[in-house]
């Protein structure tokens, strides 16, 4: 068995995590560890199941908000090629975990399949949309999965499917470590048509959603039957600014960073946020945004 020290080759030392989040802020990784093939990515997990070093794992930083101390142990980084390659046949798509998820909806509507286009304007990799069933009003990617390959804390490589998947709303039955690779059935569809779909949903965001901001898209879930972004706002905090981070003028439901922001700030938003909604509303908000 190979130890972590192995693969120093692939490891960088205390690097700023707010390199690689939306929001950009958040301190160091203690090891930020990029694998390049699946080989080298189940070996270091190996190692760092064997040697007892923790494991963070960081798509495209989309929902993600690191704290200024920075993150002990390994965070992987599975930017590499080899974690999101895509390929159709028929009408199957199947898409590694570390892809965009811009990547796989465009594709999928290239290849005239329609499903996955509800998806447009979630930021993200496939792999995250998975594991927190990223969606919107017109429906979420849980939908249309058939079967996901998962790697677990030990390094043991399963598929999943069936029986074993459920999604409900922003959470699935995906807790391992790591995704790595997902099959999608979908639907063959006029090019056209899906395009029309697409459209009249990126206008809709984009006339709601502070798209050009540094943010991380929702940071609380909806309640049922509710809207947070509504709560907040009708909490007299839209526009709300401390430090270097605002909740949003736009849709009170998003963060936005400027520069000089730190984690810190953001987490007093959110804290702020929570107590007055509670405190008027009587509703607890719960977090959709990962905090490290």
């Excluded at 590499?80 to 590694?96: E, V």
């Excluded at 594709?107 to 990223?134: C, M, Q, R, W, Y």
């Excluded at 939908?143 to 999604?167: C, N, Y």
Aim: aromatic share 4%; glycine share 12%; net charge negative.
């Amino acid at each position: 068995m190979r130890s972590f020290k192995d693969f120093a080759e692939i490891t960088q030392r205390d690097e700023l995590l707010s390199q690689h989040t939306w929001l950009k802020v958040g301190g160091p990784a203690q090891f930020l560890v990029r694998p390049r093939t699946r080989d080298e990515l189940v070996g270091v997990v190996v190692a760092c199941h064997h040697e007892q070093i923790p494991v963070h794992v960081l798509g495209s930083g989309s929902n993600l908000l690191v704290r200024d101390e920075g993150v002990s142990g390994v965070v992987l980084h599975l930017n590499a090629a080899a974690h999101g390659a895509l390929q159709i046949d028929g009408n199957r798509l199947r898409a590694g975990a570390g892809a965009l998820l811009s990547h796989a909806i465009s594709e999928s509507v290239k290849a005239g399949l329609g499903g996955l286009d509800v998806l447009v304007g979630i930021p993200g990799t496939v792999g995250g949309a998975l594991h927190g069933n990223a969606g919107g009003r017109s429906g979420d990617i849980g939908q249309f999965v058939r079967s996901v390959e998962v790697l677990t804390a030990s390094g043991e490589q399963r598929t999943r499917h069936g029986e074993e998947l459920s999604f409900s709303y922003r959470e699935s039955s995906l807790n391992e470590l790591i995704l790595l690779e997902a099959e999608f059935e979908l639907a063959p569809e006029s090019h056209e048509a899906i395009t029309h779909r697409m459209r009249k949903l990126w206008i809709m965001k984009k006339a709601t959603q502070p798209l050009v901001f540094q943010s991380a898209g929702c940071i609380f879930k909806n309640p049922r039957g509710m809207s947070a972004g509504l709560l907040i706002d009708q909490a007299g905090l839209k526009g709300t600014r401390i430090g270097n981070a605002e909740i949003s003028d736009r849709h009170a439901n998003f963060i936005v960073t400027h520069s000089g922001a730190t984690a810190r700030d953001v987490l007093r938003l959110i804290d702020l946020a929570r107590s007055k909604v509670a405190e008027q509303f009587g509703v607890e908000l719960e977090l959709e945004v990962q905090i490290w």
